[in-house]
């Protein structure tokens, strides 16, 4: 049984992954709590279970809390924390998805394009001959265009960030300060907008709650525009960064940059693992039978190299032209900033690329290291502009 504890602390990553996914496409294994899990880590296997009903996203439907539940966090924050796209099934689940992409759309992406190559050439125009490229440019775009989005106001980037910092910590106290903080401050800010709307994305929600009266409670509208604060940089400034040290320290054709960065998210996505699923009967998976009401983890990153699914898994191929892989999710719960993130991540690689064609490390290789969690992060990126 593989202990996911191992995600946590694994020097090597991609050894710990690969070493799971030799134990069979289901298997299983025990969460970080120490509680019971089946681990999914095949192509089929996978998609099946982020698209049968039969496996639910919420935990309140569950006789007992499983992994990854907010358990013994207190009752002023826990709603918050569940009433969020991706902890709700059907119809919840389509209602508030159908709600949030009435105005989370591709065209308002489209037209924030200009404005994301403004701010990348912005902070490329006032690096140093050496810099760290997380902490001075694949951390603050990504930052910077998700308050331009959302309508969060420049001056208070650095108070939000320390509690959105504090809901990854493994302390229960620091996590429910981090909540408090953040729900208290959205609250304010939608009380802001209401009185004054804007062109931004929380204005957007605002107007289409009041259309819809009690189909968007103020507890959604609060847990949504956490979610999509906090999920619109950390992700994005890790595939920025992780893809940067690939194109350093590999011998890459691009190519077409769309096709690079789809190949890069498969290669290196910082989403490793889903949200948990539950069994709400038995199902059979990937030969194995699964009683009802146990928990379930589909790990992404090992399902994108399976190689019933993708030839030659293991190699980093830019052009790789057959890449239908779950860096986003699968399914009625597919990220829906996968669009933005996916024209962040292009303007990045692209901008930094043609003003910096030179780039290179700092420090050797072996010296980059990963952040200890469950998202595949880079602690620090050092880079100079020429060798």
């Known amino acids: 049984m593989t202990d996911l504890?191992?995600?946590?602390?694994?020097?090597?990553?991609?050894?710990?992954?690969?070493?799971?996914?030799?134990?069979g496409p289901v298997s299983r294994g025990t969460y970080v709590d120490g509680s019971p899990v089946w681990l999914v880590t095949g192509y089929p296997e996978s998609v099946?279970?982020?698209?049968d009903p039969r496996f639910s996203n919420d935990v309140t439907r569950q006789a007992a809390a499983g992994p990854a539940a907010p358990t013994g966090l207190p009752d002023d924050v826990t709603p918050y924390l569940l009433h969020t796209l991706g902890l709700y099934d059907p119809p919840d689940?389509?209602?508030?998805?159908?709600?949030?992409?009435?105005?989370?759309t591709a065209?308002?992406?489209?037209?924030?394009?200009?404005?994301?190559?403004?701010?990348?050439?912005?902070?490329?125009?006032?690096?140093?001959e050496e810099f760290d490229l997380i902490e001075r440019f694949a951390y603050p775009l990504p930052i910077q265009v998700i308050c331009e989005l959302l309508g969060v106001p420049a001056g208070d980037r650095d108070t939000w960030r320390s509690w959105a910092a504090d809901l990854g910590a493994p302390d229960l106290d620091k996590i429910a300060a981090g909540a408090r903080g953040l729900i208290a401050y959205m609250s304010r800010l939608i009380d802001a907008k209401r009185a004054a709307p804007g062109d931004d994305l929380?204005?957007?929600?605002i107007k289409v709650q009041e259309a819809d009266g009690d189909r968007l409670s103020d507890e959604e509208l609060i847990s949504l525009s956490i979610s999509i604060l906090v999920a619109g940089h950390e992700t994005t400034a890790g595939l920025i960064s992780q893809s940067v040290l690939l194109l350093l320290t590999r011998s890459l054709d691009m190519g077409d940059v769309s096709g690079a960065v789809e190949e890069f998210l498969r290669f290196t996505g910082v989403a490793e693992i889903a949200v948990m699923r539950y069994t709400l009967e038995p199902v059979e998976l990937g030969g194995v039978s699964i009683p009802a009401g146990e928990a379930v983890q589909v790990v992404y990153a090992a399902a994108n190299r399976d190689p019933r699914r993708f030839d030659r898994p293991g190699l980093l191929d830019p052009r790789r032209a057959d890449n239908p892989h779950l860096a986003f999710g699968?399914?009625?719960?597919?990220c829906m900033g996968a669009a933005l993130a996916r024209c962040e991540i292009g303007i990045a690689l692209t901008t930094l690329m043609r003003r910096f064609p030179r780039l290179a490390l700092s420090v050797p290789a072996n010296e980059i290291k990963w952040r200890p969690?469950?998202?595949?992060?880079?602690?620090?990126?050092?880079?100079?502009?020429?060798?």
């Open 5 to 23: 504890t191992g995600l946590l602390t694994a020097p090597d990553r991609d050894a710990f992954l690969a070493d799971l996914a030799r134990q």
């Open 48 to 51: 099946a279970v982020l698209t």
């Open 93 to 104: 689940h389509t209602r508030l998805r159908r709600l949030v992409s009435r105005e989370f």
């Open 107 to 128: 065209r308002r992406v489209e037209r924030l394009r200009p404005r994301i190559q403004e701010i990348a050439d912005a902070l490329m125009s006032d690096l140093p």
């Open 202 to 205: 929380l204005s957007g929600l």
């Open 330 to 334: 699968h399914g009625i719960h597919y």
């Open 373 to 387: 969690g469950m998202g595949r992060a880079l602690t620090s990126l050092p880079v100079r502009t020429a060798p």
